[in-house]
């Protein structure tokens, strides 16, 4: 009896592309047309019970639960034990165990692995076919991207699919996506470099073409130690500081390599701790910008830590590194929108370019996958904060940061601190990311909160006297003023940075309907009603921001072409 073999790194052949080579046997001889036809019949037949056809979905016998972050709730995969032991000796030996209930992030460890790449994975094993990179997936939301070839979220699902195939034993797989990653690496970012690096090293034992190209990269590049510190195992560290010093690479003059000072500010900074970096400041023996410093807090520290450096205002907001990034560059690569608002409110330009041309918008745009962008978000939960990022970017000072409503200018400090507190309770449960962004721009934590039953309590409608108002106030000033400040600072940082938003939460609490904002439990089927109608408001407000936002980008990129052209000089 013939005994089938496993996967082996063999050379990927056509049909590991999506189609079947030539009919044609090993001796030469061509294969019949029948054969051929049964085959991709077979293919088409186990393919249509991985996409679950009504009729065979009693054939399932396991199945895979994927649990992504930001993603609620899990979604399962129903699988067949023997098609997936027939293929994989990994799952082979899983089932033999007596699994049929398995999670993906306890099958795959150290690099997340999503939905879209274990189907990819299932599809490859069920078919023997992979279909192209799956649109809104594996492409990012920059237009002028064109082909989407080695923008961040195509080689995210690439990685993913090669870490999934090493981790499931199915390599050829494997050589396939390390080919496809190696015809690209010339074309992708240095900093996704060292992330295809780090993934190649988990599974090196199948990708060693690809851990050895993107090691010469490295080694190459003007990455510096510290990043690599931070981001790389230390044996591949290692091994690059050793080629660099080989190849006489000098990391003091061609890489930035930071000094005994400037070492001691940066571990004040892991360290949360900004009074010693003030005293090591007070020595005089270096500088924030001389330390890179604000570089160093934006791409490795606490957006609070962060926030308290920028406070000091002893660096240059707009200062380059030793690879020309401003601090708004690294913020953008990063994706934290707090660092990003804090940037831009003390003065940062988003229009600065990297040395490649690229905008602090276009980062952000091209580590974004379309597929997140365009889905609007679920009310009330978390947006993820690549589309945050983007839409303050995308944003420019408004006029609306300067269209106060009547309530936050009041002499009454009672009613001024309940209108902030009820307009600040609507955009945390609507916009949880938005909100979250802005309080930590404002300072709002530590500053005392008014509770919600003692906002009922004093809303209730009943007459008060003079001298009890006069008192209220008076405490309210002594209590209360730093939790009014910075209320007040998210409430004009929203109107900068979401307008239309801003606007239609106006509208709802200038419609007398403050008091459904600070009841967190609505009983009547009224209230229901007219919350569900201020959701969707809110959410055509964001849709709007998001078509302003890309009509913006898209002037600047035709403006910036037009101003290219007209600076050509013709050739004579």
């Known amino acids: 009896m013939e005994v089938s073999q496993p996967f082996s790194d063999s050379d990927i052949t056509s049909a590991s592309l999506g189609y079947y080579p030539p009919a044609v046997a090993s001796d030469g001889d061509h294969v019949p047309p029948a054969e051929v036809a049964a085959l991709s019949r077979l293919s088409e037949h186990l393919g249509s019970l991985l996409r679950g056809a009504p009729d065979l979905a009693f054939c399932s016998d396991a199945s895979i639960t994927v649990r992504s972050a930001g993603e609620e709730p899990p979604r399962e995969v129903a699988v067949h034990r023997c098609v997936l032991s027939a293929r994989s000796p990994f799952f082979r030996d899983k089932f033999a165990e007596g699994a049929t209930a398995l999670e993906l992030g306890k099958l795959v460890t150290r690099f997340e692995v999503g939905y879209e790449a274990l189907q990819a994975v299932l599809q490859y094993v069920y078919t023997g076919r992979l279909e192209e990179l799956p649109r809104g997936v594996a492409e990012c939301i920059d237009k002028s991207c064109g082909r989407h070839e080695a923008c961040w979220p195509a080689v995210q699902f690439m990685l993913q699919v090669l870490h999934a195939a090493s981790t499931f034993e199915i390599n050829e797989l494997v050589s396939l996506f390390q080919r496809r990653l190696l015809d690209i690496l010339d074309k992708v970012t240095k900093d996704d470099i060292l992330r295809i690096l780090f993934v190649a090293n988990l599974n090196n034992k199948l990708c060693h073409k690809l851990l050895s190209k993107c090691v010469e990269k490295v080694v190459m590049s003007d990455i510096d130690s510290i990043a690599l510190e931070k981001k790389l195992p230390p044996d591949i560290v290692s091994q690059i500081k050793q080629l660099r010093a080989e190849f006489g690479i000098d990391e003091a003059e061609n890489v930035s390599f930071p000094d005994k000072h400037a070492k001691s500010i940066h571990g004040a900074l892991d360290s949360d701790d900004i009074e010693l970096v003030k005293m090591l400041l007070a020595e005089g023996k270096t500088t924030l910008d001389n330390a890179k ?66 905008t602090t918008l276009q980062i952000c745009e091209r580590l974004t996958r379309s597929i997140d962008y365009n889905r609007l978000p679920e009310q009330g ?192």
């Open 293 to 358: 410093a604000l570089h160093y807090a934006v791409a490795y520290c606490d957006s609070k830590i962060t926030k308290e450096l920028l406070d000091l205002e002893l660096a240059d907001v707009n200062g380059r590194d030793h690879r020309n990034y401003t601090v708004l560059h690294i913020a953008a690569m990063r994706k934290e929108p707090e660092i990003i608002m804090s940037l831009l409110t003390k003065g940062a330009r988003p229009s600065d370019t990297t040395p490649d041309g690229r």
């Open 381 to 572: 939960k978390p947006c993820p904060k690549e589309r945050v990022c983007i839409e303050v970017l995308g944003t420019r000072d408004s006029s609306e940061v300067n269209r106060i409503p009547a309530e936050m200018t009041s002499d009454n400090l009672l009613d001024k601190l309940v209108y902030l507190e009820s307009r600040v309770w609507l955009a945390e449960r609507l916009y949880p990311t938005e909100a979250k962004a802005a309080m930590k721009n404002a300072n709002v934590e530590g500053t005392p909160k008014f509770e919600s039953s003692y906002l009922l309590h004093l809303c209730s409608g009943k007459k008060r006297l003079a001298e009890d108002v006069v008192k209220t106030s008076f405490q309210m000033k002594e209590e209360y003023l730093s939790r009014i400040e910075a209320l007040t600072k998210t409430v004009q940082l929203g109107k900068q940075f979401f307008p239309r938003c801003s606007k239609v939460i106006d509208k709802i609490l200038g419609d007398d309907l403050s008091e459904l904002s600070i009841v967190e439990h609505i009983n009547t089927e009224e209230r229901k009603s007219r919350y569900n109608e201020i959701l969707e408001e809110i959410n055509n407000a964001f849709t709007q921001d998001k078509n302003a936002i890309e009509e913006s980008a898209s002037c600047s990129a035709a403006s910036k072409s037009a101003r290219s052209n007209r600076t050509k000089v013709p050739r004579r």
